[in-house]
């Protein structure tokens, strides 16, 4: 009788949650090439950059080898658009970008990473064998030998950029990063036209104070942080169920956003500190929010491998405000790597038995949640904006969402998508099934001052939530699947 039950369990719920994911990783294969390129250029994105510098930093240090970043600007990209209209800029910059994946050696790596700015990564290779093929490329690129599509009519283009190398002169992922950078405006001080390699006698000690522990602990112990929050809006009722709260450094910290405060952190082993810091700040500036609204906090999973990390220290901190655990969702990614899961899982389990709510963030993200998601129950998936924005015209992108709404359904958890920011993301999420959303176009980040979904989606606040949703395509006003609704429930809120 019992091998029969297990038998009808395997089938009715095992085997269907396994097939969920299984799709899943098929389709997340299929979009991650497209997450991961810049479409002007061929090279990889900003994210893809971010994914690999880590893995080639975790490499080099492993193996005791060098590794070599190099980043670069063209020099004046504004008057080329100014001069010959934003066609002939992105002209320019295809042409610079498919000169640089015919010039970069077979295991080093090219990214677009901004506007007009470029990242190359070079593994086995120091700072000065850097430098030689970033002036071989800076020859190329002022008087092209190579013809390819797209050349700009001005001709030959002229960059500049920095270098910095591991393990020496950086002995961490932040001071690379910031010495390269560096050494770049040196470059451009001057003349332009130039690769400079970082030197320490030469830089500004500031230009590589976002490597220092001491500076962030020194932000920790002043309060150098505000708190900002972003409203997470219901889609079939077009109201706000939640808000996720962000850290924002303030002046006089030395870091100029989130990333490089807590770059810094991992760095100098401050994490928790950090993390703890910022749950207890937000958490103390979000008594204004409805109390039928959760509140959605990023934890980082180095805080969760740290053996200090306790859920009674996450509770202490929410009685100190009187926030009722049940209200708190911690917000868990995998760009960084786990080491330890089964502690992780450990200690996330007993945050759960106190009440707090999970969520996998951003996944989609390159690397990132599908492996949390084949280990952990989350109450909440957060699809990553790059899947988001690309989904109205990336069936790839929109395939991986619907196999996220298919797993979700089967577990119960909610599905916000990020990054919202036209109204076509939010008629395709509508359409693929997403519950909730946040982003841009729903409102940002802000010192807490909840807005009212309704006039933030530009339509009349007086219209009914329904019609309201109907401005932006009937498809987001769909009905949401039914184990929403026992979500919804579990935390006060009336089914939609």
């Known amino acids: 009788g019992s091998a029969l039950i297990s038998s009808a369990l395997w089938r009715v719920v095992v085997r269907p949650l396994e097939q969920s994911r299984d799709d899943l990783n098929v389709r997340y294969e299929a979009a991650l090439a497209d997450a991961l390129t810049d479409p002007l250029t061929g090279l990889g994105n900003h994210r893809a950059f971010q994914e690999e510098l880590d893995r080639q930093i975790g490499a080099a240090q492993r193996y005791e080898t060098p590794l070599s970043l190099v980043v670069l600007d063209v020099d004046e990209f504004k008057a080329v658009n100014d001069r010959h209209g934003h066609a002939e800029g992105d002209r320019t910059l295809a042409f610079f970008g498919r000169l640089l994946a015919n010039m970069v050696r077979g295991p080093d790596r090219a990214f677009r990473i901004g506007?007009?700015?470029?990242?190359?990564?070079?593994?086995?290779?120091?700072?000065?064998?850097?430098?030689?093929?970033?002036?071989?490329?800076?020859?190329?690129?002022?008087?092209p030998v190579l013809r390819l599509e797209d050349q700009p009519k001005s001709g030959g283009i002229s960059f500049s950029a920095g270098v910095s190398s591991l393990p020496e002169p950086a002995t961490t992922r932040a001071q690379l990063y910031a010495q390269a950078d560096a050494a770049l405006y040196q470059a451009k001080r001057a003349g332009r036209t130039e690769v400079a390699i970082f030197d320490p006698r030469s830089t500004s000690e500031e230009a590589v104070a976002e490597g220092s522990a001491g500076e962030v602990a020194g932000v920790i112990a002043q309060r150098l942080l505000s708190p900002v929050y972003q409203p997470i809006i219901d889609l079939a009722g077009a109201r706000q169920i939640g808000m996720e709260g962000l850290i924002r450094p303030m002046a006089p910290a030395p870091f100029a956003n989130p990333s490089t405060l807590f770059a810094a952190a991992r760095a100098g082993g401050h994490v928790l500190e950090l993390d703890l810091a910022c749950v207890d700040l937000i958490v103390s500036g979000a008594r204004a929010i409805d109390p039928d609204q959760f509140l959605a906090i990023n934890l980082s999973p180095a805080s969760l491998q740290v053996p200090g990390f306790t859920a009674a220290a996450l509770l202490a901190i929410l009685a100190r405000h009187a926030f009722p655990p049940e209200r708190l969702v911690l917000e868990l990614t995998e760009r960084e790597e786990i080491d330890d899961l089964a502690a992780v899982r450990q200690r996330l389990e007993a945050c759960r038995e106190a009440g707090i709510r999970l969520a996998a963030d951003d996944v989609g993200a390159g690397n990132s949640g599908l492996r949390l998601l084949s280990e952990l129950q989350f109450d909440f998936i957060k699809v990553d904006l790059s899947l988001v924005q690309r989904s109205p015209t990336s069936a790839a992108s929109s395939a991986v969402i619907e196999s996220v709404v298919a797993l979700a359904s089967r577990t119960g958890a909610l599905v916000v998508g990020e990054g919202v920011e036209e109204t076509a993301h939010l008629a395709k999420l509508g359409a693929l099934g997403v519950t909730a959303a946040q982003g841009y176009l729903l409102g940002r980040p802000e010192p807490l001052a909840p807005l009212a979904p309704r006039a933030a989606l530009g339509v009349d606040a007086s219209e009914p939530p329904r019609a309201a949703v109907g401005a932006v395509g009937a498809a987001v006003g769909a009905e949401v699947a039914s184990p929403m609704s026992n979500w919804r429930h579990s935390i006060g809120l009336p089914a939609a």
Not at 115 to 143: C, K, S, V
Request: overall charge negative.
């Open 115 to 143: 506007g007009d700015e470029f990242a190359i990564l070079l593994a086995h290779t120091e700072a000065e064998g850097a430098r030689t093929m970033a002036r071989r490329l800076l020859a190329n690129a002022l008087q």
